[in-house]
């Protein structure tokens, strides 16, 4: 089993910045992919951006058009570590923020994520 603790949601304004946290602990051996889904009010949930993780391979990073350019997916392999670094934030960003765990990276689908966290929650106000 992996676990997955996020960290660093909260509140700020339009243009501001935050930073997401992602730390993977238990069988991560079997993980080569992290990456951030997004669910809005009223909305279904959606992808952010994926990184490849772990390995001897390059490091790959794959963004949902709507925040490339505004938002930078790192790692700490080291740590099992992501961050997401959210920069230019509006108000359609507002959401809950989930870290979620594959064994490959590629896929928008959530079902292709075996692990999930619970969870922060981002409000960016206008």
């Known amino acids: 089993q992996v676990q997955l603790v996020e960290s660093g949601g909260g509140s700020v304004q339009a243009g501001g910045s935050l930073r997401l946290s992602c730390a993977a602990s238990?069988?991560?051996?079997?993980?080569?992919?992290m990456g951030w889904f997004r669910q809005a009010p009223g909305k279904e949930r959606e992808g952010v951006a994926q990184i490849t993780t772990g390995g001897t391979g390059g490091e790959w990073t794959y963004y949902a058009g709507s925040v490339k350019g505004r938002f930078t997916l790192s790692r700490d392999n080291a740590k099992n570590t992501v961050y997401l670094q959210m920069n230019s934030l509006k108000p359609e960003d507002t959401a809950i923020y989930y870290c979620?765990?594959?064994?490959?990276?590629?896929?928008?689908?959530?079902?292709?994520?075996?692990?999930w966290g619970q969870g922060t929650e981002v409000t960016v106000s206008s």
């Open positions: 979620a765990a594959a064994s490959t990276c590629g896929s928008w689908s959530q079902g292709d994520f075996a692990y």
């Open positions: 238990g069988y991560t051996y079997s993980i080569r992919c």
